[in-house]
Every structure is written in C-alpha cells, then in structure tokens.
Nanobody
C-alpha cells in the first residue's frame, strides 16, 4: 500500500513563504507524476502544481512566478515552495501521486495540510 505524508503547512503573513513536503512510502512502482492540489471551504479542489516523471512542470496561472514544485527522487519526496503568499492562497493543500503498475494507473492522495495566510 502506498501512503503520502504531508508536512509544512501553517500560518504565514501576506508576502511570506512556506515550504510543503510530501513523502511517499510503501508499495511504490513507477511514479508518473506528483503534485499539489488545494481546496478552500466552499470551493472546488484545484491543481496548484505538478511535476512529471520526465521533470516537466505545470502550474496554475494564479501561482505562476510565486510557487515552485520540485522533487527528490532518492527520498520519494515532492516539495512546494510557496513565496509571496496571498490571503487567497489560504486552503487545505493535498499531495497527489499518480502511479503506474503493470496493469493499472493509480491515483493517491495525502490527508491534507492547512495553509493560512493572514492579511
């Protein structure tokens, strides 16, 4: 069984920074992509950033130039460096992993970590 452990959430001031971490463990086969989603109360979950096996990245327009996704393959860990935080970044952030096995494509989610940005 594959599990994702998230950390790094918390409270930051507007203009501040936070760094989220997500470590994968368990039955890891071939990771196609890892990324971060977020969901604010009453709003839909949205993609924040993702990084593929090849290293290609994808960012939501709202975070381009402020957030950076990276990975450490040796540690099976993905990071999200969040700079120039805004109150509208306040949400629960979820780590996501897409994995390929010999027969299926699986989608895994972390429990979520709260990010709160004050004015």
């Amino acid at each position: 069984q594959l599990q994702l452990a998230e950390s790094g959430g918390g409270l930051a001031q507007s203009g501040g920074s936070l760094r989220l971490s997500c470590a994968a463990s368990g039955s890891i086969f071939t990771i196609y992509a890892m990324g971060w989603f977020r969901q604010a109360p009453g709003k839909q979950r949205e993609l924040v950033a993702a990084i593929t096996r090849s290293g290609s990245t994808n960012y939501a327009d709202s975070v381009k130039g402020r957030f950076t996704i990276s990975r450490d393959n040796a540690k099976n860990t993905v990071y999200l460096q969040m700079n120039s935080l805004k109150p509208e970044d306040t949400a629960v952030y979820y780590c996501n992993l897409e994995q390929l096995t010999s027969t299926t494509r699986g989608d895994y989610w972390g429990q979520g970590t709260q990010v709160t940005v004050s004015s």
